[in-house]
């Protein structure tokens, strides 16, 4: 993941872009800690509402993996499928582990 090539893509600097890469990880992380719970109670709309957040500021910042990931969960809790996207669900704390490692560099 090349970072000055993200921060160039929405009109940022590298060094704007990882401060808000910093917030979108501190807020995204509570949203995934809550989508993960919700998950593991059954809570449909509880995970629609938080992969809806995480999809929307993810696009936003241009990362269009964690976009993709968090619409499909988005997509199939709306459509109360949640048996269908625990592998889903463990590739988005991946990813976010991953970006943060990133952001520490």
């Known amino acids: ?3 000055n090539a993200l921060a160039e893509k929405i009109g940022l600097e590298e060094d704007e872009y990882c401060e808000l890469l910093e917030l979108f990880l501190e807020t995204g992380t509570a949203d ?8 593991d109670a059954g809570d449909a709309q509880q995970v629609a509402r938080s992969a809806h957040t995480i999809n929307g500021a993810a696009g936003n910042m ?3 993996n964690v976009h993709e990931v968090a619409k499909r969960i ?5 459509e109360s499928r949640l048996d269908s996207v625990s592998v889903d669900v463990n590739t988005l704390k991946g990813l976010f582990e991953e970006i943060a490692g990133l952001n520490r560099t």
């Open 62 to 64: 241009g990362l269009m």
């Open 32 to 39: 995934v800690d809550r989508l993960e719970t919700a998950f």
């Open 1 to 3: 993941m090349n970072l």
């Open 74 to 78: 988005e997509l199939a809790a709306v």
